[in-house]
């Protein structure tokens, strides 16, 4: 079974940069592709980033495009989620997800996520 914890999380200044952290605890990393979601209150959850562990592919949400970064580091079973120029609008709580998948996924979609960790809050003040 896989487990994910978040870190990283905090309360910012607009304009900020914050690095969150996934710890990924799973036999086979390579069999998944990791993604991160966001939510804040009142909204539905939003995809953020993924990566697939093989291959190192990305895909980002039109909102964080060219502010954040998704990478993977191997030797530390950890997944990172860059974020820099922090928006008031970034505000959410982050959620580190995986989909096993044997690495031929790359999706948007939550639903295709079979396990969550319990998140890590982001606030940006203004």
């Known amino acids: 079974q896989v487990q994910l914890v978040e870190s990283g999380g905090g309360l910012v200044q607009a304009g900020a940069s914050l690095r969150l952290s996934c710890v990924v605890s799973?036999?086979?990393?390579?069999?998944?592709?990791m993604g991160w979601f966001r939510q804040a209150p009142g909204k539905e959850r939003e995809f953020v980033a993924a990566?697939?562990?093989?291959?190192?592919?990305?895909y980002y949400g039109d909102s964080v495009k060219g502010r954040f970064t998704i990478s993977r580091d191997s030797a530390k079973s950890t997944v990172l989620l860059q974020m820099n120029s922090l928006k008031p609008e970034d505000t959410a709580k982050y959620y580190c997800?995986?989909?096993?998948?044997?690495?031929?996924?790359?999706?948007?979609?939550?639903?295709?996520?079979?396990?969550w960790g319990p998140g890590t809050q982001v606030t940006v003040s203004s």
């Open positions: 997800a995986a989909d096993r998948n044997l690495g031929s996924r790359l999706s948007a979609q939550p639903q295709n996520y079979q396990t």
């Open positions: 799973a036999r086979t990393l390579n069999l998944y592709t």
């Open positions: 990566i697939t562990w093989n291959a190192g592919t990305m």
